[in-house]
């Protein structure tokens, strides 16, 4: 496994980045092409309870990058207790004295789950290296024992798929500027964005050496190009469904039973109600 690992580090990074569609996916066709998605989603969620799989997906990619919102696409129609988002905050001063990768191993899926991680242990490769919260030996450290981590959880069952989101420095400042003046975003632009928006280049080069170092056969990288939110929304969970193999289960058909509204003289009580303002 060492030797496989040497030759995978060799690999080239992708020359993929961020490339403008012909033109931006409208809303119509995305919420119909969405919609036909949704179904096969809760085909996938069925199938992988009742065959008790483990599926983990790794979401990665510069800030604006598009992580959040694709995530809620694929999570807005499934079950929480099946399709299971993690988004860890900084570790606490308890998480540092640990062996690095261990406040994410908690949180890989067990049978009938998919675990969803929004940024994941790779952010040792990325934002800790470029802001300097990790030594580079550190970091090259992690580069080189995750390959075998990762084949490791493939070994024990996991199905491991990696997403990075490409985005263009022409878009990523656009999507960053629209959160300063948006009430519903302005969360999203944390003191740690602002602080890394000019280190473009050092993240890139930090990209490149992880792809190098961690694309391997058993749990590659796949780039998905992001300049369109909703396409690339439809991209991934589309890619998803295909790389989770899955068979629509037979259903009993459903139907509500008869019920019998009688006429229960209901106690006059002095409810709260919630104002009707719309």
Known sequence: ????????????????????????????????????????????????????????????????????????????????????VVALPAPTEREKTQMYLQRYMQHFPAAGEITIFDRSWY???????????????EAKWFLSVVPQVEFAMVKSGIVLLKYWLEVSPEEQERRLRSRIDDGRKIWKLSPMDLKSYDRWDDYTRCRDEMFAATDSEWAPWYVAR?????????????????????????????????????????????????????
């Open 226 to 278: 992001s300049e369109d939110k909703k396409r690339v929304r439809l991209n991934v969970i589309r890619h998803i469904l295909e790389q989770v193999p899955h068979k629509k289960l037979k259903v009993d058909p459903v139907a509500l039973p008869e019920r019998k509204i009688g006429r229960y003289a209901a106690v006059a009580y002095p409810f709260k109600y919630v104002p009707e303002r719309y």
């Open 123 to 137: 952010n040792r490769a990325g934002i800790e290296r470029v802001m300097g919260f990790c030594s580079d030996e």
């Open 1 to 84: 496994m060492a030797k496989e690992t040497k030759k995978n580090r060799k690999k080239k990074s992708p020359k993929s980045m961020a490339v403008a569609p012909p033109e931006k996916l409208g809303r119509k066709p995305y919420d119909r092409e969405l919609e036909a998605l949704h179904i096969e989603l809760v085909k996938l969620q069925q199938w992988v309870v009742h065959e008790g799989l483990k599926v983990c997906i790794v979401f990665e990619g510069r800030d604006g990058a598009g992580k959040g919102g694709t995530i809620k696409a694929i999570t807005e129609r499934v079950s929480p207790r099946v399709f299971r």
